[in-house]
């Protein structure tokens, strides 16, 4: 093996990133040592590519970015024992502390000590990485590994529509972006009646048709909560998941839910937001559930039972652009636009 490899590295705050020679990452007794076939690209990694302020305030460069992975296993440390050399695995990206309460209770999604692979450590945008052996999830080797890089962010998916019931329920998906178009087939295989997909953008919603959904909503174009209504005998809907953390999205949901509906909130609002707690939520009996993350390993678990019983097939679509590292500037071009849905970085791949 080299001594060296290529990474995308965030050198300095500001936009931008460079491909850099470094040096392969060393490994301690129970870490994992991962040749990157696939690293898929998150809304995470735009934001600190872009350097929002959120990345400005939490970023602390020089760092490799990335979090979303599929590799090889090409070397274990000593006390090793979850993987072996030549395994494919993916990481799940919170690397927790072991020690708060909400880990004392198994709660491990929720840490109050949380590091992030490519926000607080050198992540997966690079040839090799360095994993904790905690982290590990061995994939099966029929699964290409575009579509192993995508369980993480798939897991955000599976928490959100899976943490209450689905069969037979009206399920109102608001926001299409890759997470958001997800759900919609694990909500279909979970039994729901019907998926109703809601955006703004066309590309996305026909994604969204694509992977399943019954009915599309373009709210620029007609009115959301009618024709949510529409659908489903006048009442609205029986579960929404709110992936957008657009305001306005927001308020058309907790409109759009029947009474007594589950809210799950996913989608992360850029700023505070004001809405009528009152009318649409206390009087109307809405369960609001706030999602982070997956849980640490039940959603793993499940996603795997899920991609085993057939949804790698249906995810197929939702992978639009695969890319070589050397191509970063144009994968982040792809995001910003919006005429994609998940970009997959493989380092492997030639210019």
């Excluded at 705050?13 to 491909?19: D, F, S």
Aim: hydrophobic fraction near 40%.
């Amino acid at each position: 093996m080299a001594e060296t490899m290529r990474a995308l590295r965030k050198l300095e705050a500001g936009p931008g990133a460079i491909l850099q020679q470094v040096p392969i990452p060393t490994i301690g007794p129970r870490d994992v040592l991962v040749k990157v076939r696939a690293a898929s690209v998150c809304g995470t990694d735009y934001h600190i590519y872009t350097w929002d302020p959120w990345s400005a305030n939490r970023v602390k460069p020089p760092l490799t970015i990335g979090h979303e992975l599929a590799g090889e296993v090409v070397a274990v440390g000593r006390e090793v024992t979850a993987c072996k050399v030549g395994d494919y695995v993916s990481a799940e990206t919170h690397i927790v502390c072991n020690r708060c309460p909400r880990c004392h209770v198994g709660e491990y999604h929720l840490c109050e000590n949380t590091k992030i692979l490519g926000v607080d450590t050198d992540g997966v945008f690079a040839e090799y990485v360095a994993v904790p052996e905690q982290n590990v999830w061995v994939n099966d080797k029929d699964i290409p590994f575009e579509l192993q890089s995508i369980q993480e962010p798939l897991g955000n998916a599976v928490h959100t529509a899976l943490n209450g019931e689905l069969t037979a329920r009206s399920v109102l998906v608001t926001g299409c972006g890759p997470i958001g178009i997800m759900s919609i087939p694990v909500a279909k295989m979970a039994g729901a009646e019907i998926v109703i997909a809601m955006d703004v953008n066309e590309y996305r919603l026909d994604l969204a048709r694509q992977l399943g959904a019954d009915l599309l909503i373009n709210p620029t174009k007609e009115d959301p909560i009618e024709a949510v209504r529409s659908v489903t005998r006048g009442y609205g809907a029986d579960v929404v998941l709110e992936m957008s953390g657009n305001p306005t999205a927001i308020r058309q949901s907790l409109k759009a839910a029947r009474n007594g509906a589950r809210v799950s909130l996913l989608g992360l609002p850029g700023r505070p937001l004001e809405l009528d707690l009152g009318a649409d939520v206390v009087m109307r009996g809405l369960v609001l559930q706030g999602i982070t993350g997956r849980k640490m390993w039940q959603t793993w678990y499940q996603v795997r039972s899920l991609y085993r019983a057939g949804l790698a097939e249906r995810l197929k679509p939702l992978v639009t652009h695969r890319l070589p590292l050397e191509q970063v500037d144009t994968a982040m071009e792809l995001m910003g636009s919006g005429r994609s849905g998940k970009v997959v970085l493989m380092p492997d791949l030639k210019a």
